[in-house]
């Protein structure tokens, strides 16, 4: 595997993991090929052959159709919880869900992690009606048709670790039915994806290896963390409800409410909401699409230092769109939150490095946070413009458009193992997922080819900035705004 630095550790682990798949497929007689290890090149074989016959769509980015845009076939059900076990957990463990990481970057990546990454993407089969009814009754004591007004066998489309199921519920404070949509998580991916959690410490063995600045332990503890979290569908829930009740009356930001009474640890209920794909919002004139991009940049930022938290999970199936840039946000299983401390790191990297153009300044913070080793003999400018990259959007006052070249630019620089610097680059806990979050959104705002004054919209964010109102969702933004102060 050829030595390359990771340099701001954007999207590294899900790099590691199409490496890992790459490695072993090149390597089969290598002494680190256990059981395990095994098990993953099985999933690679297994997502190319069920990804030919499941061309399907995340759950999330289907979540508020009321029609069936998935036809199943009954042959291919998965039908009993060793069956899921046995093929859907095995290609839907935490390989699939790391390589997820990079797949919206995946431009900048080498040809041989590209195609590993394509299969560790492929779609899930979907479980039978009645055992997703089995998930359910499991969970909350009694089968749909006896919780819901309406229940539908066939569900709406197949997720990483669950599937989704339209439904009618009798909402509790109003008494009125509901459309709501049911997350159902597969029986026996918990395992599958403790199983390959088991392997983090082979790819920080190998990240070690091929990184010369790296400490992996802390960014394999951060993975296993997250991932693991994601199972947890009652942690998902309070997420969700979090991020709710936060945008709650927000005019352009929704995301939807969550049924408690419907919902545990393996079923998530919420509102059924509709709106566009992403394919289908990209059909939309530039003028909308320019909407939309400014929109999920106000939501990731507005997050990070309004709640000190974010979904980590920046993919194009997790967003419904409709017209005006309002956006709805689905799916929150990967949600990272942060220490005062850690934010403070945050926003004082930003002012140095894009505010003030400090270099001493922002390198001091730099090796305070554990990004690089003391004793680089790079001078101040050299590493800040190692580290910066992300800020060249918003370093200057002026319109901007995004590419997609500016984002697989960015991946290109942070895995370039020409420079001195890279070998001094680390990779702290608190930053694993918050470039991840970063790159991802970077590279859908390249695929809108988002244009706008960022660097005005970015400084009505920063706390130590809260600038004047610069655009037309801004001014719409004004009113929630106020309210959301008096009431905290």
Known sequence: MNRRTLGAAVGAGAAAVAALVVWQRSSPGHHLRTSRVQRNADVVKLGAAVGANYAGTAAR?????????????????????????????????????LGQMASYVDEGLPAPLRAALAQLQSSAPPMSGELAAQVVEADLGKHPRDLFVEWDPVPIAAASIGQVHRAVAIDPLTGEERAVAVKVQYPGVADAVSTDLKNADLL??????????LNPDEMVAEVKERLSEELDYRLEAMNQQRFADHYRGHPFIHVPEVLP???????????????????????????????????LFRFVFRSLYGMHAFNGDPHPGNYLFHPGGKVTFLDFGLVKHFSDDEMHTFISMVKAAAYDHDGPAFRRILERAGMIREGCPAPDDEVGDYFSQFYESVREDKVVTWSSEYASGIVRHTFDRTSPIAQYATVPKAFVFIQRINLGLYALLGELRATGNYRRIAEELWPFVQGPPSTPLAEAEQPWLRASKLKS
């Not at 920080?204 to 600045?213: A, R």
């Not at 998530?268 to 990209?282: H, K, N, R």
């Open 61 to 97: 980015k289907l979540f508020a159709s009321a029609e069936r845009r998935i036809e199943l076939d009954e042959a291919r059900e998965l039908k009993t919880a060793e069956a899921v076990a046995e093929r859907l957990g095995n290609m839907k463990g935490a390989l699939m869900k």
């Open 204 to 213: 920080g063995l190998i990240l070690q290896q091929g990184f010369g600045g």
């Open 261 to 295: 009474h419907l919902s545990g640890p393996h079923v998530i209920t919420s509102e059924l909401v509709d709106g566009a794909t992403w394919q289908e919002m990209l059909t939309w004139s530039q003028d909308e699409r320019n909407l939309v991009g400014e929109t």
